[in-house]
C-alpha cells in the first residue's frame, strides 16, 4: 500500500493568496483526518470526516479554512486568504473505522510570507 | 473531555542507557492506546497500540508499553537506546466511542552518541 499521500510536500505562497492542501487515504479507509503542528501550538486536530461526512470541525481556526472530501479518496483543505500565522506543517491522516489506529501523510510544509 | 499528558516534556540520554516515558490519560471508560513516534523532519509513525488483551504491548523497534488501567498510564520504555531513537514520541488516547485521537504534548527524546 502506498501510504496516506499529500500534495504538495512543501507549498510557499504571499499572504493573500488561495492555499490549497491535498490528500488521499489510505485506500479502504473510512475516515479522514486533518491536523496542523507548529512548534507554538503543537499537533492540532482541524477536522475530520468519517465516510466523507464531516463529523467535527472544531478545530478549524476560522472561515478562511475550509475542507471537502468529494469522495472516499480524496480531500482538500483550503485557505483563503493565506496569512503568515498560517505557516505549519499540515498533515492528513486516515483510520480504517472507529477507534483504530491512524496512519498519517508525510504532510505539507505551508509557508505564507 | 479526555486528556492526555505526557510530564517529560524533554529528556536527554546517553546511548544504551533505559527510557521510560510517561502518558496518563484522564478518560474512565474503555480506552484504545497508542505511542506514535516523529523523526525529526518526519510524520507521526505508529510504534504501537493497546486495544485489549496483554496489558504489556510490544512495538516496533525494541519499544514496548504497559497499560495500567488503576494508573490510568501507558508508559513507553525501551531497554537499550540508541542514537537514532533521537525523535519525539506522541501517546494519543480513543475513547472507543468514536474516531478522535487526544494526543499528548510530546516528548523530545535525545539520545547522545
Known amino acids: 500500500d502506498a501510504g496516506v499521500i499529500q500534495s504538495p510536500r512543501h507549498e510557499v505562497t504571499e499572504m493573500g493568496q488561495e492555499v490549497t492542501l491535498r490528500c488521499k487515504p489510505i485506500s479502504g479507509h473510512n475516515s479522514l483526518f486533518w491536523y496542523r503542528q507548529t512548534m507554538m501550538r503543537g499537533l492540532e486536530l482541524l477536522i475530520y470526516f468519517n465516510n466523507n461526512v464531516p463529523i467535527d470541525d472544531s478545530g478549524m481556526p476560522e472561515d478562511r479554512f475550509s475542507a471537502k472530501m468529494p469522495n472516499a479518496s480524496f480531500s482538500t483543505l483550503k485557505i483563503q486568504p493565506s496569512e503568515p500565522r498560517d505557516s505549519a506543517v499540515y498533515f492528513c491522516?486516515?483510520?480504517?473505522?472507529?477507534?483504530?489506529?491512524?496512519?498519517f501523510g508525510p504532510g505539507t510544509r505551508l509557508t505564507v510570507t | 473531555a479526555q486528556s492526555v499528558s505526557q510530564h517529560n516534556h524533554h529528556v536527554i540520554l546517553s546511548e544504551a542507557a533505559s527510557l521510560e516515558l510517561g502518558c496518563n490519560y484522564s478518560?474512565?471508560?474503555?480506552?484504545?492506546l497508542f505511542w506514535y513516534v516523529q523523526y525529526p523532519g518526519q510524520h507521526l509513525q505508529l510504534l504501537l497500540k493497546?486495544?485489549?488483551?496483554?496489558?504489556l504491548v510490544k512495538g516496533i523497534k525494541g519499544f514496548e508499553a504497559e497499560f495500567i488501567k488503576s494508573k490510568f498510564s501507558f508508559n513507553l520504555r525501551k531497554p537499550s537506546v540508541q542514537w537514532s531513537d533521537t525523535a519525539e514520541y506522541f501517546c494519543a488516547v480513543n475513547n472507543n466511542a468514536g474516531n478522535m485521537l487526544t494526543f499528548g504534548g510530546g516528548t523530545r527524546l535525545m539520545v547522545k552518541p
Open positions: 478518560y474512565g471508560g474503555t480506552v484504545n
Open positions: 491522516a486516515s483510520s480504517l473505522s472507529q477507534g483504530t489506529a491512524q496512519y
Open positions: 493497546y486495544f485489549s488483551g496483554d496489558p
